[in-house]
């Protein structure tokens, strides 16, 4: 659930991990997720489907998306503005932004958006998750976003090979030299806990990892995330 401590903010669970205090109550954690995969929805991919007018870098304004929630789904009625600051607050992913008014995704998008994260102290190797059927073909081609409007990186390998057991049983890891890539201009921002983006990633900054996935690594994710097989 989510609570907000008066001295230390909102915060996750039942007491205020700076002061031990049980705060005021927000929400459920019924109704924290369903909020957060609606939010993610409608800033990631399908704003136009409320009505809601998204500027260049992803921004809705707040009080609009919490009226058109509350008014369009009776599940809603008791979304007020404090409750999505809080959903934003206490996102263990970084997956949303609240400034002076504004919400929105900070990766994830379908629709077009044009970024501004931070490209400072981004890791000179990140990683991404594939196949080995698509590794072939990107180390020879490089990649772009698919359905995606930017191709998402991870910080380190476990966080690469947690994403990539989502999509196949024997998942290939690539590294990325972007080192290299912002020798050369090309730019690298960071975006949600351990989440960089890219508009592409050429071939000559793309190998294998050294290290690759084992059965047992991908079958001990699957048991801890409930992954099942196919």
Request: net charge negative; proline share 4%; aromatic share 8%.
């Amino acid at each position: 659930m989510i609570r907000e401590c008066e001295e230390h903010g909102y915060y996750r669970g039942k007491e205020c991990p700076g002061c031990g205090e049980r705060g005021k109550f927000i929400m459920s954690d019924e109704e924290s997720t369903i909020l957060g995969k609606t939010t993610a929805g409608v800033l990631r991919h399908f704003p136009d489907k409320y009505s809601l007018e998204m500027d260049d870098r992803g921004w809705i304004s707040l009080e609009h998306f919490v009226k058109v929630l509350r008014n369009r789904q009776k599940r809603f009625h008791w979304l007020r503005k404090y409750h999505a600051k809080a959903l934003v607050a206490t996102d263990e992913k970084n997956r949303y932004q609240y400034e002076d008014g504004y919400i929105r995704a900070t990766y994830g998008h379908s629709v077009d958006v044009d970024l501004d994260h931070p490209t400072d102290d981004v890791p000179g190797k990140l990683y991404l998750p594939t196949t080995k059927k698509e590794s072939e073909l990107l180390l020879e081609g490089g990649i772009k976003p698919s359905d995606r409007t930017y191709v998402h990186l991870s910080e380190s390998y476990e966080s690469a090979l947690e994403a990539g057991v989502y999509r196949s049983d024997e998942p290939v890891i690539l590294e990325v030299d972007v080192e290299s890539m912002a020798d050369n201009e090309r730019e690298v921002m960071k975006a949600g806990k351990g989440v960089y983006l890219t508009k592409e990633i050429e071939p000559e900054y793309l190998e294998l990892n050294d290290k690759q996935p084992s059965e047992e690594e991908v079958e001990k994710i699957k048991e801890e995330e409930n992954i099942e097989d196919d």
